[in-house]
């Protein structure tokens, strides 16, 4: 598959098929995961998979994803925004519960940080989460080559999540990526339209 093709063909995926991934494909994201470009050359990074409901219970647990709002809430709270973002966070915060138990695999992208993300007093000293996200797209588009989509779930509790999971404590969670095959219901959301020659500037802006 041409690069462009695998860049337009993947999207996120909340719905998925009860269908096991067979871990060749996983193993071939990953492997190309590690190929992204990185601060420190040391790319520091690992990926735990969870397939167990048990496991996915203690995500869900550990994120409070069993209190869910009403669709009127969500409605008042986004009333105000871009009309394509409020169509996907109207679509992604009623299934974030759903859309963990359901994939057939839970990939949980873990990295090393060069400062607590907390800590941060510069651009620089977020080099290390910049590197883990340009692997998380290598890992997005290898998936997206053999048919299979996730979407990037940003855990708000992660010191219980690793203790839960017993994730060393000195490393920090990038994203939890609920995977699968796309069901055949799974909606399509709008794509924001960007003009591109607006967005490029040459010497200034």
């Not at 520091?44 to 869910?68: A, G, H, T, Y």
């Amino acid at each position: 598959m041409e690069l462009k093709e695998a860049i337009e063909k993947r999207r996120t995926v909340r719905d998925f098929q009860d269908k096991v991934i067979p871990g060749n494909i996983l193993k071939y994201a990953i492997d190309n995961g590690f190929k992204a470009p990185t601060y420190n050359h040391l790319r520091e990074w690992d990926f735990v998979i969870i397939n167990s409901m048990e496991n996915k219970l203690k995500l869900i647990e550990s994120e409070r994803l069993d209190q869910s709002l009403d669709a009127n809430t969500l409605e008042a709270l986004f009333r105000n925004e871009d009309e394509i973002m409020k169509e996907m966070y109207l679509e992604a915060i009623p299934k974030q519960k759903k859309m963990i138990l359901e994939a057939p695999s839970v990939v949980i992208v873990v990295f090393k940080p060069k400062t607590r993300v907390a800590d941060a007093k510069r651009i620089y000293d977020l080099n290390c989460l910049a590197s883990v996200w340009a692997c998380i797209q290598n890992f997005l588009l290898s998936l997206a080559e053999h048919d299979v989509y996730g979407v990037t779930f940003i855990p708000q509790n992660i010191s219980l999540i690793k203790r839960n999971l017993g994730i060393p404590e000195e490393l920090e969670i990038a994203s939890i990526i609920p995977v699968g095959y796309k069901a055949e219901n799974a909606k399509a959301l709008s794509q924001k339209s960007v003009n591109v020659t607006d967005r490029i500037h040459y010497e200034q802006w």
